[in-house]
């Protein structure tokens, strides 16, 4: 998957990029990054990226001809690349869910634009942008950070990045919240890992997962149970369903 990010900061992006899992998936070409500075296609003598908005109010807005010059060259350096998806995480947007990160991560090429100040001049959404996604209900003062919760989210779930049998009981895979983890020492500070899991009984320790899946599920989220459900069904459907034979 390539991924390529347009940013006024894209030094704030660099460290991720260069660090952990996603450097290895660079290195091995699982993965393909491109850091865009738009501000290097900003024509004026200040290389302006911003304006103060048409009707008033506060704040600035990022301009359009920046941005499009920006997304112009980047379209056309990857014409050959099909399926290029672009994103504006914004807080005006869709929820991102974990669904969003599965349907995602099977693109080829995904192009985000980091939004600044007020944000970015409407017309550059409805030009350029496939999908806006909102990374939670609270505003970030850019989308740098919005940008790379999402990328992260989607580059893990590439087959190859991290084992895939890490991802199958982790919190929101199949609507419910992950059960607790333990490593040694067996007591720490007074408190003892429960004796189920030093019991090395599989299938009790596998219902005492679902229990405290279950149990914390309802605690935190109750929304998430009845899709756990519609999801449990949904797979027991299949022909050959992850839950048959289990
Ligand atoms: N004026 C905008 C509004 O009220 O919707 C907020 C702009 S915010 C200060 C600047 C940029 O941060 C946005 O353009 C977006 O790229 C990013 N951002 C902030 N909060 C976000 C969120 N919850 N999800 C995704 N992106 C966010």
């Excluded at 895979?173 to 067996?186: M, Q």
Aim: proline content about 4%; hydrophobic content about 40%; some cysteine.
């Amino acid at each position: 998957m390539k991924i390529t990010v347009l940013s006024l900061f894209p030094e704030i992006l660099e460290a991720y990029f260069a660090s952990s899992i996603m450097a290895k998936a660079i290195e091995r070409g699982t993965m393909v990054a491109e850091l865009v500075n738009i501000r290097d296609f900003a024509t004026d003598r200040h290389r302006t990226c911003d304006d103060a908005p048409y009707g008033g109010g506060p704040g600035m807005v990022m301009k359009a001809e920046p941005l499009a010059a920006a997304l112009d060259s980047v379209q056309s350096a990857s014409a050959a690349t099909e399926g290029m998806r672009t994103i504006y995480p914004t807080p005006s947007g869709r929820l991102f869910t974990q669904h969003d990160a599965e349907r995602l991560a099977v693109e080829e090429h995904l192009l985000f634009i980091c939004g600044r100040y007020e944000g970015i001049d409407q017309r550059i959404v409805d030009l350029y942008v496939d999908e806006e996604l909102s990374i939670g209900d609270y505003v970030l003062s850019s989308g740098e950070i919005a940008s790379l919760a999402i990328i992260d989210a989607v580059y893990r779930l590439i087959d190859g990045v991290i084992r895939s049998e890490s991802l199958i009981e982790e919190s929101h895979s199949a609507g419910l919240l992950e059960y607790p983890h333990y490593t040694r020492p067996e007591v720490f500070r007074g408190l003892k890992v429960p004796d189920v899991l030093l019991s090395g009984h599989h299938a009790e320790i596998k219902r005492w997962r679902s229990a405290r899946m279950r149990e914390k599920t309802k605690a935190v989220r109750p929304d998430l149970l009845a899709e756990s459900e519609r999801i449990c069904d949904e797979r027991s459907e299949e022909p050959n369903g992850r839950n048959q034979g289990n």
